[in-house]
T-cell receptor, first 115, second 113 residues
Framework: DTEVTQTPKHLVMGMTNKKSLKCEQHMGHRAMYWYKQKAKKPPELMFVYSYEKLSINESVPSRFSPECPNSSLLNLHLHALQPEDSALYLC??????????????FGPGTRLTVT | QKEVEQNSGPLSVPEGAIASLNCTYSDRGSQSFFWYRQYSGKSPELIMFIYSNGDKEDGRFTAQLNKASQYVSLLIRDSQPSDSATYLCAVNGGKTSYDKVIFGPGTSLSVIP
């Protein structure tokens, strides 16, 4: 099973709202990722958690706040977003240390619109 | 120099032909190489991964890796209209470690019936 789930599928929020995106994987992967993707562009890395600790923050504005409650869950808390933050937000996981594999699998994404 | 580059598209091939997608990378220490297919409005789907020099075949797909030339390719045999999508090359390992996967800009493929 290579499934990564994300909720919600779509989200519309105002610039003063607070919302959260959720991601879950049950593949035993040790690394989880948040990406942002704009139309006709490749995924743009935002954050990486490795063993539930933040290992990479690609200079993302503080209005995006990641959280990794446990090895299977990843959240992205959103606050005071701007219209230019509207994009497809993708969660991914990778790195099965028992199998020594490094393939990265994506969830279906959350389509975010900021009004 | 961009870290991962792909041949510029869009690439158009007739149905039944072989589609050839190319990718070069700058970090000589890169260890893992991936090809993703992405349909418009959908998330990337991993279709091939390769870790060692040479060819790897899976159905109609063949990935080829040449670490000395820092080159990885994807061949799609008997192309079908359903193969029309954007193909993303990605690499990790090397100086960026396995925690970071670097994507190329993608190549748009159109298979003409």
């Amino acid at each position: 099973d290579t499934e990564v789930t994300q909720t919600p599928k779509h989200l519309v929020m105002g610039m003063t709202n607070k919302k959260s995106l959720k991601c879950e994987q049950h593949m035993g992967h040790r690394a989880m990722y948040w990406y942002k993707q704009k139309a006709k562009k490749p995924p743009e890395l935002m954050f990486v958690y490795s063993y539930e600790k933040l290992s990479i923050n690609e200079s993302v504005p503080s209005r995006f706040s990641p959280e990794c409650p446990n090895s299977s869950l990843l959240n992205l808390h959103l606050h005071a977003l701007q219209p230019e933050d509207s994009a497809l937000y993708l969660c991914a996981s990778s790195q099965d240390e028992k199998k020594r594999t490094y393939e990265q699998y994506f969830g279906p994404g959350t389509r975010l619109t900021v009004t | 120099q961009k870290e991962v580059e792909q041949n510029s598209g869009p690439l158009s091939v007739p149905e039944g032909a072989i589609a050839s997608l190319n990718c070069t990378y700058s970090d000589r220490g890169s260890q893992s190489f991936f090809w993703y297919r992405q349909y418009s409005g959908k998330s990337p789907e991993l279709i091939m991964f390769i870790y060692s020099n040479g060819d790897k075949e899976d159905g109609r797909f063949t990935a080829q890796l040449n670490k000395a030339s820092q080159y990885v390719s994807l061949l799609i045999r008997d192309s079908q209209p359903s193969d029309s999508a954007t193909y993303l090359c990605a690499v990790n390992g090397g100086k960026t470690s396995y925690d970071k996967v670097i994507f190329g800009p993608g190549t748009s493929l159109s298979v003409i019936p």
